[in-house]
């Protein structure tokens, strides 16, 4: 079955560091990809998607690459701010199917 | 920014209780999920809809029940609640392209 892993976190940056989250992904096909963003006490939001290979979403500052060759998405932001400390989530989904979610990776961001 | 609720956002209620958690949305999609997350954060299917008067288990055994008699509308019910029944419970809504989430309700049963 489809399958997306993430790296554990809390991940702890100071301001402007770079952040990198790896998510790669096991799935038949070509599904999309998603990167979802958790802000404290909200539900989760879309941050950016790639609905097939090479492709990349951005958003805010974050991109992710569609690698098949890598099965691999992983999210990138070049200086993170103390306001993108959140819980992010790598997704997938093949057509109208179910979201397969991996299991969160906790940001914080430290001034 | 997504037309979908979750009421109410916070619940403390007592062993044994019986409750609705409430779930509407408003841009007409046919497919609605309902997800327990834990205080790890990972995200746990409990239930799914594919429309009007389908409903499914999901991955994750639940004591929970749904009914989808509106379109819009996906209440979860859970007829006595316990202390493993503390949790947060996110709503969600779909098109084609993406999952569209309400805010979450934070559940305590003492």
């Known amino acids: 079955g489809d399958s997306v892993t993430q790296m554990e976190g809390p991940v702890t940056l100071s301001e402007e560091a770079f952040l990198t989250i790896n998510c790669t992904y096991t799935a038949t096909g070509y599904p999309s990809l998603f990167w979802y963003v958790q802000y404290p006490g909200e539900g989760l939001q879309l941050l950016l998607k790639?609905?097939?290979?090479?492709d990349k979403g951005s958003n805010k500052g974050f991109e992710a690459t569609y690698r098949k060759e890598t099965t691999s998405f992983h999210l990138e932001k070049g200086s993170v701010q103390v306001s993108d400390s959140a819980v992010y989530f790598c997704?997938?989904?093949?057509?109208?199917?179910?979201?397969?979610f991996g299991t969160g990776t906790k940001l914080q961001v430290i001034p | 920014e997504a037309d979908i609720y979750q009421t109410p956002r916070y619940l403390v209620i007592g062993t044994g209780k019986k409750i609705t958690l409430e779930c509407s949305q408003t841009m007409g999609h046919d497919k609605m999920y309902w997800y327990q997350q834990d205080p790890g954060m990972e995200l746990h299917l409990i239930h799914y809809?594919?429309?009007?008067?389908?409903?499914e288990k999901g991955d994750l055994s639940s004591e929970s029940t749904v009914s989808r008699i509106r379109t819009e509308h996906f209440p979860l019910t859970l007829e006595s609640a316990r202390p493993s029944h503390t949790s947060q419970y996110l709503c969600a809504s779909s098109d084609i392209y993406e999952q569209y989430f309400g805010p979450g309700t934070r559940l305590t049963v003492t």
């Open positions: 997704a997938l989904s093949r057509g109208y199917q179910k979201v397969t």
């Open positions: 809809s594919y429309g009007v008067n389908s409903t």
């Open positions: 790639a609905t097939k290979a090479d």
